[in-house]
């Protein structure tokens, strides 16, 4: 266990250059490196479409691995307050659903998670930065208003570089900080994986927390040792 002194609370809002990038995966590895260094820990998802029905209740695969790696006890409904059957963007799954995405409700359900005051807490989006709620908001409306700094996760495959840059550039125009990026690939065939790496690491102009190679089997408790968390938490003066 790897202990870092004098630390304050951080919460960090996690994105992603597309949808199946691997935001959960880092998300859960993230709260895994912290649990690790001795942090208490919490997350939450508030809208994931794309969900199974069980005996209690729509759940989703990505509220339920966050929930799972959370210290704090936090119940399926805190982690996900939204969650939406059908696969889809956000706005188009919650009006197959009649259900109404609101930024505001958004906001105060994950303020209710960031009042447990945990060491870290990660609020994971879905998709990319700019997908939509409804006709006139976007999860970057939630981020906007929550003002946490921003993790960016590039899903390392072609086109990557347009994608990290633009999601960067939209992220720091919309008034937030870009903490930091992770490089997570998700094409193992992808050629000049390293160069393009390289290339975002000029870019970018932030640290890169996490540069993930191709593990097909591999848990999240695993990549939790690829994570530089000291980059997240810098010493108290």
């Not at 870092?4 to 709260?31: E, H, M, N, W, Y």
């Not at 895994?32 to 998802?45: L, Q």
């Not at 903490?179 to 065939?189: E, I, K």
Request: proline share 7%; charged share 20%; aromatic share 6%.
């Amino acid at each position: 266990m790897t202990l870092i002194p004098a630390i304050a609370r951080r919460s960090f809002f996690i994105t992603g250059t597309d949808t199946g990038v691997g935001k959960t995966f880092f998300s859960c590895a993230l709260l895994h490196a912290a649990a690790n260094a001795g942090f208490t820990t919490a997350a939450i998802k508030p809208v994931a479409a794309g969900a199974a029905e069980t005996s209690e209740g729509l759940r989703n695969d990505d509220a339920l691995a966050l929930q799972a790696a959370c210290t704090l006890p936090l119940s399926y409904n805190e982690v996900n307050p939204f969650c939406l059957p059908a696969p889809l963007s956000p706005h188009l799954a919650a009006a197959e659903a009649g259900r109404r995405l609101q930024a505001d409700r958004i906001v105060g359900f994950c303020q209710g998670v960031l009042m447990q005051r945990a060491t870290l807490t990660v609020v994971e989006g879905a998709g990319g930065w700019r997908v939509p709620i409804s006709d006139n908001e976007t999860l970057a409306d939630v981020a906007k208003r929550l003002r946490l700094p921003v993790i960016l996760v590039v899903g390392m495959r072609l086109g990557c570089l347009n994608h990290a840059m633009l999601s960067a550039e939209a992220i720091r125009r919309d008034g937030l900080t870009l903490a930091g990026w992770v490089a997570n690939t998700v094409d193992p065939q992808m050629q000049a994986r390293d160069g393009n790496v390289a290339k975002l690491e000029r870019e970018l102009m932030a640290p890169l927390l996490a540069d993930i190679p191709w593990l097909p089997a591999a848990d999240a408790r695993d990549a939790a040792r690829l994570v530089d968390l000291p980059a997240l938490f810098p010493p108290r003066a």
